[in-house]
């Protein structure tokens, strides 16, 4: 038996911000809310399991609560239930991100 570390294979990973300076009360409370919907869905587990993790602080501190969708590195702003309830439906079940709330995405060069 190995002491190694091991991962559940997921499709995508959404870190969502809930730290002190943006939105702190609003980012944890939609993490939450993020992490129940996700059970509600069945993408908490199986072949199109989307990981979810908390991030401290992304640097940015301005326009929170925030996230970040993950292999493909598109950062949202300003979400509520209602944009992240989209963002659930249309990027991470869809493959297409919500427009109106990215404010950034990674270069894939």
Known sequence: ?????????????????TGPRCAPEEGSR???RF???LKELGLHEGPDRIARS????FGICKGGP??????????YH????ELMDRVIEEHLRQGKP???GVFHVQDSE
């Open 1 to 17: 038996m190995s002491d190694n570390p091991s991962v559940t294979a997921y499709k995508k990973h959404v870190f969502v911000c």
């Open 30 to 32: 939609l993490y939450k």
């Open 35 to 37: 992490k129940e919907r």
């Open 54 to 57: 908390q991030a401290h602080c």
């Open 66 to 75: 925030l996230a970040v969708v993950y292999p493909e590195g598109v950062w």
């Open 78 to 81: 300003h979400l509520t239930d």
């Open 98 to 100: 919500v427009e109106e």
